[in-house]
């Protein structure tokens, strides 16, 4: 490849770098919900309790960030910064007992399903008190006693597993929906398209999701995937359906809509929600494959923001309010920095617990 060629290839898509004059987006967001909160039945208590764990995701990130550039800890950190929305609005339309599983962005994953800051934390700094112990970090957050089964870093390697608990659910009869999130780097793997196809053929009760946030690492999503991910869908006859995961309230109704469905019909379901990361891939990421424009365009569709207009648009709720909010989270999440701090590492023997499944407790539960 000659090097002017090379470099056009290479060149980034961000809305700066449209060649033709039509903005070319990361992604392509749908429009969001028209629903109120009243006609979905969320009360300002909800909404609430929506905020306040959606910050909690993004500070509980930020400091994470923060700990690691000190050294506190190293490995990986994926951040899932601008992409609480849905992880918020999904675990709210969920049960408590359905099943969640996904990829290595999985910070917010745990905190809406029950792990403490605390215990996020410790797990980042490697310390025994963490949500696995210390032996996990970043990429393996799990709360199984309260139906998340973790984060895992393969891509696309959790997916399977995805189709062995919906198997598990309908063999049992118990009525649990269980949702796997991906992100659209994934959709190319040979391990999705193989349970698609059995989860269709056997009628499991699983939710796939693609979480499209625009990239793939550093390879926009335009480069890496032919036609649109939903598509991915027609080839097994699967339901399916594309919206928008920069509002919580959108995310909330599809997925209450969906899980209700599967719940009926134990059919599966292929899911795309459009989305944007504001942070790197990881924490060596130097963003050359994006623009500012880019980022700055997305930034202004902040998911917190947007939740905060719309709490602010009740007249009973007052920015004071929802600033005393931001202010106990904070609080929460330097209390878990300190905690993390001096909590005891796992002693070496730990290595040799929870190596098979006899051993763990839950699994006879
Ligand atoms: C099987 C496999 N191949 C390659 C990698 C290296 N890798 C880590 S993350 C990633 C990109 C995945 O992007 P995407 O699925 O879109 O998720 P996102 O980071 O956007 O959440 C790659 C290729 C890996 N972890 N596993």
Redesign the pocket.
């Given at each position: 490849m000659s090097s002017k060629k090379k470099e056009a290839f290479f060149a980034p898509i961000g809305l700066a770098h449209s060649s033709n004059g039509v903005v070319d987006k990361a992604v392509d967001l749908p429009a969001s919900t028209t629903a109120t909160p009243k006609q979905l039945g969320l009360s300002s208590k909800s909404l609430l309790e929506m905020f306040r764990q959606m910050v909690l995701q993004r500070k509980f990130e930020e400091r994470s960030m923060q700990m690691y550039q000190k050294g506190k800890f190293g490995g990986f950190l994926?951040l899932y910064i601008g992409q609480e929305a849905i992880s918020t609005g999904t675990a709210f339309a969920f049960n408590g007992d359905d099943d969640l599983i996904t990829?290595?962005?999985d910070h917010g994953w745990g905190l809406v399903r029950g792990i403490s800051a605390r215990q996020g934390m410790a797990e980042l700094f490697g310390k025994a008190p963490g949500c696995s112990k210390g032996k996990g970090g970043s990429m393996h957050f799990a709360n199984v006693k309260e139906h998340f089964w973790g984060g895992y870093?393969?891509?696309?390697?959790h997916v399977p597993l995805a189709g062995g608990l919906a198997f598990a659910n309908k063999y049992q009869g118990n009525k649990r929906v269980t949702a796997c999130f991906?992100?659209?780097?994934?959709v190319h793997?040979g391990a999705l398209h193989e349970t698609l196809n059995m989860c269709q053929l056997w009628k499991l009760p699983c939710i796939f999701v693609v979480?499209n946030?625009g990239?793939?690492?550093g390879t926009a999503v335009q480069r890496h995937s032919t036609g649109e991910i939903w598509e991915r869908a027609l080839g097994y006859g699967m339901k399916h359906r594309v919206f928008n995961g920069m509002d919580v309230l959108t995310v909330y109704e599809n997925m209450k809509e969906i899980a209700a469905e599967v719940r009926k019909d134990s059919m599966p379901w292929f899911v795309e929600i459009r989305t944007y990361?504001y942070r790197g891939?990881s924490m060596s990421d130097p963003q050359k494959y994006r623009t500012k424009e880019e980022m700055d365009e997305f930034q202004k569709l902040d998911p917190i923001e947007r939740l905060r207009t719309l709490l602010l648009s009740d007249k009973s709720i007052t920015d004071k309010k929802l600033e005393a909010i931001e202010k106990e989270v904070e609080e929460e999440v330097l209390d878990a920095i300190t905690y993390a701090d001096e909590a005891p590492f796992p002693e070496p023997e730990a290595l040799y617990e929870d190596m098979f499944a006899g051993d763990n407790p839950i699994f006879h539960t």
């Amino acid at each position: 490849m000659s090097s002017k060629k090379k470099e056009a290839f290479f060149a980034p898509i961000g809305l700066a770098h449209s060649s033709n004059g039509v903005v070319d987006k990361a992604v392509d967001l749908p429009a969001s919900t028209t629903a109120t909160p009243k006609q979905l039945g969320l009360s300002s208590k909800s909404l609430l309790e929506m905020f306040r764990q959606m910050v909690l995701q993004r500070k509980f990130e930020e400091r994470s960030m923060q700990m690691y550039q000190k050294g506190k800890f190293g490995g990986f950190l994926h951040l899932y910064i601008g992409q609480e929305a849905i992880s918020t609005g999904t675990a709210f339309a969920f049960n408590g007992d359905d099943d969640l599983i996904t990829a290595y962005r999985d910070h917010g994953w745990g905190l809406v399903r029950g792990i403490s800051a605390r215990q996020g934390m410790a797990e980042l700094f490697g310390k025994a008190p963490g949500c696995s112990k210390g032996k996990g970090g970043s990429m393996h957050f799990a709360n199984v006693k309260e139906h998340f089964w973790g984060g895992y870093g393969i891509v696309g390697g959790h997916v399977p597993l995805a189709g062995g608990l919906a198997f598990a659910n309908k063999y049992q009869g118990n009525k649990r929906v269980t949702a796997c999130f991906l992100g659209d780097g994934a959709v190319h793997q040979g391990a999705l398209h193989e349970t698609l196809n059995m989860c269709q053929l056997w009628k499991l009760p699983c939710i796939f999701v693609v979480e499209n946030n625009g990239y793939a690492m550093g390879t926009a999503v335009q480069r890496h995937s032919t036609g649109e991910i939903w598509e991915r869908a027609l080839g097994y006859g699967m339901k399916h359906r594309v919206f928008n995961g920069m509002d919580v309230l959108t995310v909330y109704e599809n997925m209450k809509e969906i899980a209700a469905e599967v719940r009926k019909d134990s059919m599966p379901w292929f899911v795309e929600i459009r989305t944007y990361r504001y942070r790197g891939h990881s924490m060596s990421d130097p963003q050359k494959y994006r623009t500012k424009e880019e980022m700055d365009e997305f930034q202004k569709l902040d998911p917190i923001e947007r939740l905060r207009t719309l709490l602010l648009s009740d007249k009973s709720i007052t920015d004071k309010k929802l600033e005393a909010i931001e202010k106990e989270v904070e609080e929460e999440v330097l209390d878990a920095i300190t905690y993390a701090d001096e909590a005891p590492f796992p002693e070496p023997e730990a290595l040799y617990e929870d190596m098979f499944a006899g051993d763990n407790p839950i699994f006879h539960t």
